[in-house]
Structure formats: structure tokens, C-alpha cells
């Protein structure tokens, strides 16, 4: 069979076709219906089913991830435990309203104890932050190295939060009676008091 039969072939008279070209046509068609059955119908589901595996995956990593954290939850309760009552502890030493001036008297106390001479000690008006308050203190006190070191220790040492800022250590002029140089310090001595609930004072 040449070409020229083939194009001489009649749609209507198909059954008379020779066998060869039957199969051909078979085939042709089979392939014809099985590409069009496939972007018809089973590309968007294959598709579909793509993007299910892509959420399985997502799904998988998100349920490892709380896996993870359900597996850590009783450490996470103790560590939220232990932060509440460092926290707590913390609080504590703020002092409220009524233990601000014994606080003052602690610092004044503390530097007479280490054997400085106040030539300033004035209090500042509080300065609220987000629930505490901070009470600047501004000092000038003389004395030697030795002194000031005993009286930032003594500060450090204070059942209440003290800190000491802006310091600035500068001679005085002479000797003092041991012959050590005498020395002025200059600084801003913070202490902080919680504010409760309502923001108080």
C-alpha cells in the first residue's frame, strides 16, 4: 500500500480497510483517547495530588515541631516556674513606697561606715519606666581610694537593688591625715521601687 491508497481511503468503507491499516488507525485513536483522558481529567488530578504531598510535608514538619515542644512542655513548665520566682525574687528587692527612705538612710549609712565625709546627698524625683520607678540620688563624698571601694561594695551588699552611675573621682587637694591623697567622688547613686498595679506611687 502506497501513499496515494491512503489518501484514496473513504471513513465510510472503513471496515474494507486492510489490516495493517486498521491496527494503525487503533493505535492512532487509543493514543488519541488516552492523551486527551489525561488532560482532561487525570492532569489536575495529578496535580491535586501534588499538592497534597507538598501539604503532607508542611503538615509532617509542623506536627514534628509541636512534637518537639509537647515533648519539652513539663521542662518549659519548670523553666516558666523558675523565671515567675526569680522574678519574684527580683521584685523583692525593689523596695515599695514605705522602704524608700529607710533605703536612703541605708546609703548615707553605708558611706559613713566606710569612713567618707557627704558634702551632697540630694534625691531626685522619681523617674516612673514600665513597673518600677527609678530614685537618682546625687552624692558628693571625700575620702580615699580605699573608702570608695568600701562603699560601692557596701552598696552592692544592700538587701535592696543600688546602683551607682556617672561616677567621677577627681583630687581634692592634700593629703589626709595618713597621708593617702585626698579625693572627691561625684556620682548618681540609683535605687528603684516597684510600681503596683495601678501604677502607683
Do not use: C
Not at 120 to 148: M, N, S
Amino acid at each position: 500500500m502506497n501513499w496515494q491508497e491512503l489518501n484514496e481511503l473513504d471513513l465510510s468503507s472503513a471496515g474494507d480497510w486492510p489490516l495493517v491499516v486498521k491496527l494503525i488507525m487503533v493505535i492512532i485513536l487509543s493514543a488519541a483517547v488516552v492523551a486527551g483522558g489525561y488532560y482532561l481529567n487525570i492532569k489536575d488530578q495529578y496535580e491535586a495530588l501534588e499538592r497534597i504531598k507538598r501539604t503532607e510535608v508542611d503538615l509532617k514538619q509542623e506536627f514534628e515541631t509541636k512534637q518537639a515542644k509537647a515533648a519539652n512542655l513539663e521542662a518549659y513548665r519548670q523553666q516558666l516556674a523558675e523565671m515567675r520566682e526569680s522574678f519574684g525574687a527580683m521584685l523583692r528587692q525593689l523596695p515599695d513606697k514605705t522602704e524608700v527612705a529607710d533605703l536612703l538612710v541605708d546609703v548615707s549609712q553605708t558611706g559613713l561606715a566606710a569612713g567618707l565625709e557627704f558634702e551632697l546627698f540630694q534625691p531626685a524625683g522619681e523617674v516612673p519606666k514600665d513597673f518600677y520607678a527609678e530614685l537618682p540620688i546625687k552624692i558628693r563624698v571625700t575620702g580615699g581610694y580605699h573608702e570608695f571601694g568600701e562603699f560601692i561594695s557596701g552598696l552592692a551588699s544592700l538587701p535592696r537593688i543600688v546602683t551607682i552611675h556617672d561616677v567621677r573621682i577627681k583630687p581634692r587637694g592634700g593629703n589626709r591625715g595618713d597621708g593617702a591623697a585626698n579625693l572627691a567622688l561625684d556620682a548618681t547613686v540609683k535605687t528603684y521601687r516597684y510600681l503596683d498595679e495601678e501604677g502607683g506611687r
